[in-house]
């Protein structure tokens, strides 16, 4: 599968472009603010109906303009697609295919398979145990249907016994009967998410350190633990056990909504030990491994798009990266990078198909 | 749209606050009003006041009823040893419609749902359990709406009533009567797999 050709009209800075990709290697050279990121963000909109970046789509359209376009020429198992995207202020945005509109857009999620890698993916490290949970359902979700139907069960669920316990607080009644009523179904519902959620890091857990090393040369040992309560008792044991603890603190304290998954180097958190560079390899292979879910749930290899991914790597671990992701297991990627020559030179002596564009103040022209 | 006067406006925001009902609607039900028969556009507005002043609950089964016992509750030839309980006067209708159910009825009056500030209390439960206490029902249907809620509901009221010796049974839950199972959405699909039947039993359903 891969994109052969876009067209993009009024989208954020780029008044009007229009080029054809390599089926292998893309990337786009250029000073910051030129529209690189813009590029990869357009590509990631024809895929998943929405900006990577700003939420707010009529934002996306280019200052003083009325509308965006963004048209690409897609092929997958070798029949041409053309996914279609316009956007008129005050309008609702108009999706198709093959110049069909769609009128669910949820309907089109999944026939463009697409991995983005970011800048701010280093945020899976940085921030609270919710991002890391929602990135593990996320992938979860994706090929098994029942997961996300038992999840939303039980966050429901957990709504509810929250709001139960701060009621009975309020009145001061505490009441065992009608919190075993929640106990029992979260215990359920919970136990069948933690053995789902096991299960995933086992399959997951060796293919994403197998990139780590690629990347890192084997320079050091990283590792995720599956951190959670259910773990150590049953859940209706831990809920019964912390039932007037929790009626004190008017909050469910056990479950598999405490989960975490640790990120670990050399048997340390990640999070305060790794260095820049460290942090940036090990999202950067949690994305690859998200890659490979995609890639056997679709049986198509997706797009893969790095954003500033040099940023903050040495040299050793660019070419081992760039290597690695110029490989048959990949298909097409689109790479964007401030200097000029560092990825053409790392592809000099490579027999990779290649193609160089320089963005400048919106223009995209292909060197 | 502004109306030029008080009381249409007044009547047309009454209509419009009730559920299904936008404002164009709303005005064509009270112009509506207007063009009838004085008499019965007064019989009407009477008979609102009558509902809201007079309506009762029956005291057994807290259905809706003009006296103290409502007319299932005090039919002769209904079967007082089996207790449907459901949670308003909608799926009781509901259920009677079927003409399958000769047993009586409990209207709970609302599910288990903190969320909306609904707990266990709000719900006509003691008055359950002391119908129960009476010893003469042998057994307990819930017919609960198959959302969270009403499993919740359910579930607690397997927990109360466990101590009586009485039977207690849910609606069955599965493929639609008449439906093709291709169209069948997954999870009831998959709900019917695990409550699936013996053959023989299923067969005297159709
Ligand atoms: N709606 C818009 N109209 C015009 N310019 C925009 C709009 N939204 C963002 N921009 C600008 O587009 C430029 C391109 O940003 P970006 O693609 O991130 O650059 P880079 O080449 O550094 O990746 C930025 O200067 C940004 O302010
Ligand atoms: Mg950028
Ligand atoms: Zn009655």
């Known amino acids: 599968m891969h994109l052969s050709e876009l067209s993009i009209v009024n989208f954020k800075n780029i008044q009007d472009a229009n080029f054809e990709l390599s089926e292998k290697v893309n990337c786009f050279l250029g000073n910051n603010g030129a529209g690189k990121t813009t590029v990869l963000d357009a590509i990631y909109y024809l895929s998943f109906c929405k900006s990577f970046f700003n939420p707010i789509d009529s934002q996306n359209i280019r200052h003083d303009e009325g509308y965006f376009v963004l048209d690409g020429k897609f092929f997958l198992d070798g029949e041409s697609e053309r996914i279609f995207c316009g956007l008129k202020r005050n309008e609702k945005k108009k999706f198709k295919r093959n110049q069909k509109q769609y009128d669910r857009l949820a309907d089109h999620i999944g026939v463009i398979p697409l991995v983005m890698i970011a800048p701010s993916d280093t945020a899976l490290i940085r921030e609270g145990s919710?991002?890391?949970r929602k990135f593990m359902d996320g992938i979860i979700s994706q090929y098994n249907k029942a997961y996300l139907d038992t999840l939303l069960h039980y966050n429901r669920l957990l709504a509810q016994r929250n709001a139960m316990l701060k009621h009975q607080w309020a009145e001061g009644k505490y009441d065992t009967t009608s919190l075993e009523v929640f106990d029992e179904q979260l215990h359920a519902h919970g136990t069948e998410l933690h053995l789902e959620r096991k299960r995933f890091l086992e399959g997951y857990l060796p293919i994403f350190s197998n990139f780590y090393q690629l990347i890192s040369g084997g320079a050091e040992e990283v590792n995720i633990v599956y951190q959670s309560q259910l773990s150590e008792a049953p859940l209706l044991n831990l809920l019964t056990e912390h039932r007037k603890r929790d009626y004190r603190a008017q909050y469910t304290t056990q479950g598999i909504h405490k989960d975490d998954l640790e990120f670990t180097i050399g048997e340390y958190p990640m999070k305060k030990f790794g260095s820049q560079g460290q942090k940036k390899s090990f999202v950067t292979s949690l994305r690859l491994a998200q890659f490979?879910?995609?890639?056997?749930?679709?049986?198509?290899?997706?797009?893969?798009?790095?954003?500033?991914?040099?940023?903050?790597?040495?040299?050793?671990?660019?070419?081992?990266?760039?290597?690695?992701?110029?490989?048959?297991?990949?298909?097409?990627?689109f790479i964007t990078d401030a200097n000029l020559h560092r990825v053409p030179d790392l592809f000099k002596d490579e027999n990779v198909p290649l193609k160089k564009f320089v963005v400048e103040k919106g223009s995209i022209d292909q060197l | 749209m502004e109306l030029p006067s008080?009381?249409?406006?007044?009547?047309?925001?009454?209509?419009?606050?009730?559920?299904?009902v936008g404002r164009r609607?709303?005005?064509?039900?009270?112009l509506q009003l207007l063009k009838m028969q004085k008499e019965d556009a007064l019989n009407f507005g009477a008979s609102v006041i009558k509902l809201v002043e007079e309506l009762g609950f029956c005291s057994i089964c807290h259905n809706v009823s003009d006296g103290d016992i409502c007319q299932i509750c005090a039919h002769p030839k209904r079967?007082?040893?089996?207790?449907?309980?459901?949670?308003?006067?909608?799926?009781?209708?509901?259920?009677?419609?079927?003409?399958?159910?000769?047993?009586?009825?409990?209207?709970?009056?609302?599910?288990?749902s903190p969320l909306d500030g609904i707990g266990p209390k709000d719900l006509h439960f003691e008055s359950l359990v002391s119908r129960l206490a009476e010893g003469t029902c042998k057994e307990v249907i819930f017919a609960l709406p198959s959302t969270?809620?009403?499993?919740?509901?359910?579930?607690?009221?397997?927990?109360?009533?466990?101590?009586?010796?009485?039977?207690?049974?849910?609606l069955a839950r599965g493929v639609a009567v008449g439906n093709e199972l291709q169209y069948t959405d997954e999870l009831t699909l998959g709900r019917s797999i695990q409550g699936r039947l013996p053959y023989d039993n299923a067969m005297r359903t159709f």
């Not at chain 2, 609607?25 to 009270?30: D, P, S």
């Not at chain 2, 007082?80 to 009056?109: K, N, P």
């Not at chain 2, 969270?148 to 849910?170: A, H, P, Q, V």
């Open chain 1, 130 to 132: 919710d991002m890391r």
């Open chain 1, 292 to 333: 490979d879910y995609l890639k056997e749930l679709k049986q198509r290899k997706p797009i893969l798009l790095l954003d500033d991914i040099f940023d903050k790597l040495d040299d050793n671990r660019v070419a081992a990266l760039m290597k690695l992701v110029s490989e048959d297991h990949f298909g097409q990627i």
């Open chain 2, 6 to 20: 008080k009381l249409l406006e007044k009547t047309v925001s009454y209509f419009e606050s009730l559920p299904g």
């Open chain 2, 25 to 30: 609607t709303a005005l064509r039900y009270t």
């Open chain 2, 79 to 112: 079967d007082t040893e089996t207790i449907c309980v459901v949670e308003d006067l909608r799926d009781l209708l509901a259920i009677e419609s079927t003409s399958q159910y000769y047993g009586v009825y409990h209207v709970l009056g609302g599910v288990i």
């Open chain 2, 148 to 170: 969270m809620e009403g499993d919740t509901t359910s579930f607690y009221m397997f927990k109360r009533l466990k101590d009586f010796n009485i039977k207690t049974t849910s």
